[in-house]
């Protein structure tokens, strides 16, 4: 028997049973299961499959099974009614990969830092079953848009391009997922993102509660780094969490904190923000500014004295941080530029820059710099950090502003000592080598 055929007949018996009106098992309505197992649930998933193995079983059917695939019931049940070649991505062996898309009929993973053309192939009218399944659970999404984005069961986010967006015949389908690894410094450096040497310094930093931006390309560990750092965060402070997309789950990387988290962007952003403002939570986490009302949301609680403030914003240029802020800020909001840059330098101390380095599958902290405003009026960004590729290893400088030492001091006067033995130190170790 060929594995459609076999496909085929198991659709068909089941669609005969919710015909008659048949019970697949005594406490489900059949109609019921089946939708909620198209929808992703996990139990009635796993009764569709265990019905699916039955059928098999009783009618002796054998079929060459497609090697994503890990056992007949599971193909059949994808197949017919779940993720087809996608479900692969959801198995054990892709549980780091934290991207996959779908390109017409051709299916790609994320692998190894970089996208992987897949054997399996999904044709048009098997996608567009795929697209309905997964409105299923979005009813307000309706079928004729051009732009979905939805959320699966485990937290998935899928973004749908079709009809006037995508050309003929290649429409996509990007699914991401936040993927929680080894959130601590000393993880960090042993996937060589930071160096070893420098976990003490990090450590010691997130204790002196300083406002920090961690900026870079897409998928260059900025909101990895930001979680790490959030790890390190005093477990009794309260804090507010505001992301476009439900990507950090700070509820299970810190369990027992007093953490809200908050789903807001553009508009809804901007209604909340005189909220966020008159909150009394000890710092804040913007896990990715994309707009001007997002940076100016954080510049102004930065500059009402919020300290431990943490924030991710895309750039490639990290010494220009200030005036791009600024800019998004003025388009939004108005103001003046000059004026505004000047705030948001006055209202972050530490600028992280991330590179994604794709040619050999690594992450890495590019560089660091130290922010402010000088006395006579600009922006300072002193660089106290820097990666040599070409060496594969990180240059220190010791600089640390009035300032920096006022709010340390302030924060935690025994981590900011501890803080800037550690910088001296590794700057002299650069020095020496």
Request: charge should be negative; charged fraction near 30%; hydrophobic fraction near 40%.
């Amino acid at each position: 028997m060929k594995f459609n055929e076999m496909c085929e007949r198991v659709g068909a018996k089941i669609l005969s049973e919710l015909g008659t009106g048949q019970q697949a098992d005594a406490t489900h309505d059949p109609i019921e299961l089946q939708k909620r197992s198209i929808m992703g649930y996990e139990p009635e998933v796993a009764l569709m499959k265990k019905r699916i193995a039955d059928i098999i079983a009783q009618d002796g059917m054998e079929a060459d099974i497609p090697p994503w695939y890990s056992s007949a019931e599971d193909a059949v049940f994808h197949e017919n009614w779940g993720l087809a070649g996608m479900s692969e991505w959801f198995a054990p062996k892709y549980a780091d990969s934290s991207s996959a898309k779908i390109i017409g009929e051709r299916v790609y993973f994320l692998d190894g830092g970089a996208m992987k053309l897949m054997p399996q192939r999904i044709p048009a009218e098997r996608r567009e079953q795929l697209v309905r399944a997964l409105l299923l659970r979005t009813p307000e999404e309706r079928l004729d848009r051009d732009r979905h984005e939805v959320y699966m069961s485990d937290g998935t986010r899928v973004t749908i391009f079709r009809g006037r967006l995508a050309k003929r015949g290649l429409d996509a389908i990007v699914f991401r997922r936040y993927i929680i690894p080894d959130l601590s410094f000393e993880g960090q450096a042993e996937r060589k993102t930071i160096p070893e040497c420098a976990v003490p310094l990090f450590e010691q930093m997130a204790a002196c509660g300083y406002n920090v931006v961690f900026c870079g390309s897409v998928r260059s560990a900025k909101t990895t780094f930001l979680s790490t750092w959030q790890r390190y965060e005093d477990p009794a402070l309260e804090g507010v969490m505001v992301e476009t997309d439900p990507e950090i789950p700070i509820h299970q990387l810190m369990p027992d904190s007093p953490v809200i988290q908050l789903i807001a962007d553009g508009e809804s952003l901007a209604n909340i923000s005189k909220s966020l403002m008159r909150s009394d939570a000890d710092y804040f986490i913007l896990a990715e500014a994309r707009d001007g009302v997002a940076l100016d949301t954080a510049v102004r609680l930065a500059r009402k004295g919020t300290r431990r403030m943490k924030m991710t914003f895309h750039t490639r240029d990290p010494k220009a941080f200030a005036r791009d802020a600024a800019v998004e800020i003025v388009r939004a909001k108005g103001g003046d530029i000059g004026e505004t840059t000047l705030m948001v330098a006055g209202g972050f101390d530490y600028v992280f820059h991330f590179s994604n380095i794709r040619k050999e599958g690594v992450k890495k902290l590019s560089a660091i710099y130290e922010m402010g405003v000088s006395e006579s009026g600009g922006v300072c960004m002193h660089e106290i950090c820097r990666y040599n590729r070409r060496a594969d290893a990180w240059k220190w400088t010791y600089h640390i502003g009035q300032d920096k030492r006022d709010i340390g001091m302030e924060e935690d006067a025994d981590a900011f000592t501890a803080f800037e033995l550690s910088l001296k130190s590794l700057h002299n170790r650069a020095r020496l080598s």
